[in-house]
T-cell receptor, first 114, second 113 residues
Framework: AQSVTQLGSHVSVSEGALVLLRCNYSSSVPPYLFWYVQYPNQGLQLLLKYTSAATLVKGINGFEAEFKKSETSFHLTKPSAHMSDAAEYFCAVGGTGTASKLTFGTGTRLQVTL | GAGVSQSPSNKVTEKGKDVELRCDPISGHTALYWYRQSLGQGLEFLIYFQGNSAPDKSGLPSDRFSAERTGGSVSTLTIQRTQQEDSAVYLC???????????FGPGTRLTVT
């Protein structure tokens, strides 16, 4: 079975500060990993994905994530937070073969303050 | 181009009634997924359609839930005899292939009173 754990249900950063959202995964096979963002009353938007190519993945809106097999982690970062980044972020595993369905973490709500 | 669309955007129903939720995937996408998002359970997989293969129904919480996909395109999720615990946002996603990234619709917010 595959699973993900997101550490911290709420993260608050100042505008311009580094954003770091943590995700650890568990998978018996090489995983596909994803980060999605959800703005209030909207669906999920794909930020980036890891599918066993480059371990450093760049996504939209200046976000990136690094796959670290030794740490079973896929943390999401952005060098400088913007007010518009305030949203809920979900890490997910799956999307491959018979495990095509996504298994989501519990989400991290990012607050950006002035 | 058009994304995944879902209707209705909001649905309020009385306990015990049946409801149908509709999903229009992105044209040409062969894979279609239903998920449920609720405060208590987070985001949960419900059912997955891939082309003409038998659907993966492993996430359906009870036999009151069913879904179909007609002509490989539009999908309908049906909940019979709704219960208050069915209140949630139901999200649909489609993908161009089995292993592709999933594109989500805006969801249908279901409230059972």
């Amino acid at each position: 079975a595959q699973s993900v754990t997101q550490l911290g249900s709420h993260v608050s950063v100042s505008e311009g500060a580094l954003v770091l959202l943590r995700c650890n995964y568990s998978s018996s096979v090489p995983p596909y990993l994803f980060w999605y963002v959800q703005y209030p009353n909207q669906g999920l938007q794909l930020l980036l994905k890891y599918t066993s190519a480059a371990t450093l993945v760049k996504g939209i809106n200046g976000f990136e994530a690094e796959f670290k097999k030794s740490e079973t982690s896929f943390h999401l970062t952005k060098p400088s937070a913007h007010m518009s980044d305030a949203a809920e972020y979900f890490c997910a595993v799956g999307g491959t073969g018979t495990a095509s369905k996504l298994t989501f973490g519990t989400g991290t709500r990012l607050q950006v303050t002035l | 181009g058009a994304g995944v669309s879902q209707s209705p955007s909001n649905k309020v129903t009385e306990k015990g009634k049946d409801v149908e939720l509709r999903c229009d995937p992105i044209s040409g996408h062969t894979a279609l997924y239903w998920y449920r998002q609720s405060l208590g359970q987070g985001l949960e997989f419900l059912i997955y359609f891939q082309g003409n293969s038998a659907p993966d129904k492993s996430g359906l919480p009870s036999d009151r839930f069913s879904a179909e996909r007609t002509g490989g395109s539009v999908s309908t999720l049906t909940i019979q005899r709704t219960q208050q615990e069915d209140s949630a946002v139901y999200l649909c996603a489609s993908s161009p292939r089995r292993d592709g990234e999933q594109y989500f619709g805006p969801g249908t917010r279901l409230t059972v009173t």
